[in-house]
């Protein structure tokens, strides 16, 4: 048998949040702003993408990157990745820039020079 005067178990008063689960945040009053998750802020995935963009099509990296920082600097976050991509942006248009013009004077003096040997 039991000892009447032994303490007893005691389950926990508040439930436990099980391992692994998001830790649930609580809306912010009403004109305070909101509270963001550890190492998330505004425009961060943005700068993500504004930077791999920047690889493939410059303009549209320097877009999403200067759209990415402009709302990490309104809520007050510095976003690394974005300032990345719009310096990587602004030198890949610029060598895309001189690749047309060089192609376009060197198709130029091709067609020049084909011009004289028809003749």
Known sequence: MSDPNAPQYQP???PQQPYGQPQQYAQPAYGQPAAYAPGDYPGKTLGIVG???AFVFALVGL???IVAQN???AAG?????AKV???LSIIFLAIY???IIISIIVS???FSALGSYTG
Request: proline share 8%.
């Open 63 to 65: 877009i999403l990157s």
């Open 71 to 73: 709302q990490s600097k």
């Open 51 to 53: 930077l791999v963009f």
């Open 108 to 110: 130029a003096a091709a």
């Open 97 to 99: 820039v001189l690749l």
């Open 12 to 14: 926990p008063q508040q």
């Open 77 to 81: 976050f510095q976003n690394t990745p």
């Open 85 to 87: 991509g719009i310096i």
